[in-house]
């Protein structure tokens, strides 16, 4: 299937490793040009060399804190200084911190809101004017699987990432007149290093061993396996094509079939 991605500018948030690394790479693959940052530069360097070897796309790294405002627009500056455009726009950031409602401090609320929230926004903000005039952009957000059956211990992530979806929801209808769309990934439980932390958590909790988390996940997935994060990728792609122009507002689950609700 031919993506039509080929003459496509997409930025990717966060995309030094794990699912914005994926996402990066699968797109590079099916012939975009590709802006990719996160916030340790060596890293991101390294990661880019990698996708432009493995792919011939072009690649510019750009080394930002999506959780500062200054960085997402000297980014966005970059992208378009390099480009002349952004096309597609993937907003992911690292999750924020496990814990339960009475652990976790004001501080770390108002960081995650920052880091999960406000950078999803600022970075649609910068890069939607361009977008309307040339009718046509892919916005996709990494959210998670916690919008639909909220995950114990993950309080941050369970109300930020809702809130993520409930404004992408509102977007993607003030946006379609406009050959834009707007929908979100909801990743399950993928081999990542996030969620190495998360296992490490968990033991720290429970006392048991890493091993002991993964095995559970398992057991309550019906593919009896963790995702890869190709498999996230995949659909990022499909959703960034023009193929996909009437597909907004969605939120799409990526887990194995977790999620036992029907919507």
Same mark, same amino acid.
């Given at each position: ?7 496509? /500018?997409?930025?990717?948030? $966060? ?8 996402? !990066? ?6 012939? $975009? ?14 990661? =880019?060399? =990698? ?5 011939? $796309? ?5 080394? &930002? ?11 966005? #500056? ?13 907003? %992911?950031?690292?999750?924020? @911190? ?6 976790? @401090? ?20 910068? /890069? ?8 046509? #952009?892919?916005?996709? %957000? ?7 059956? @909220?995950?114990? %211990? ?11 979806? #409930? ?16 929908? %979100? ?8 290093? +996030? ?15 890493? !091993? ?9 997935? @019906? !593919? ?5 994060? +190709?498999?996230?990728? =995949?659909?990022?792609?499909?959703? =960034?094509?023009?193929? &996909? ?7 799409? $689950? ?10």
């Amino acid at each position: 299937m031919d993506l039509a991605l080929r003459d496509k /500018v997409a930025l990717v948030a $966060a995309s030094s490793r794990g699912l914005g690394y994926a996402i !990066a790479h699968e797109l590079a693959a099916e012939g $975009a040009a590709i802006v990719m940052c996160a916030r340790g530069e060596g890293r991101l360097k390294e990661a =880019a060399r =990698a996708i432009a070897a493995a792919t011939g $796309a072009r690649v510019v790294p750009i080394a &930002a804190d999506v959780a500062r405002p200054d960085d997402i627009s000297n980014l966005v #500056g970059a992208a378009l200084g390099a480009f002349g455009r952004v096309d597609v726009l993937v907003t %992911n950031s690292g999750g924020p @911190p496990p814990g339960t409602f009475e652990s976790t @401090p004001p501080e770390a609320w108002k960081k995650a809101v920052d880091v999960v929230l406000t950078s999803a926004v600022e970075l649609i903000r910068a /890069v939607l004017p361009g977008m309307k005039q040339r009718r046509f #952009g892919r916005i996709l %957000n990494v959210t998670s699987i916690t919008v639909k059956q @909220p995950v114990e %211990n993950l309080i941050l992530s369970n109300a930020l990432r809702a809130a993520v979806t #409930g404004m992408a929801r509102t977007l993607a209808s003030e946006t379609a007149p406009f050959g834009i769309t707007v929908n %979100n990934l909801l990743p399950g439980y993928t081999r990542t290093e +996030r969620l190495s932390e998360l296992a490490e958590s968990s033991a720290g909790r429970t006392g048991g061993a890493p !091993a002991d988390f993964y095995k559970r996940l398992e057991s309550e997935i @019906p !593919a009896r396996r963790l995702g890869e994060p +190709r498999e996230l990728a =995949a659909l990022a792609a499909f959703l =960034a094509s023009e193929r &996909a122009g009437y597909v907004t507002g969605q939120s799409i $689950a990526v887990d194995g079939g977790w999620i036992r609700g029907l919507f």
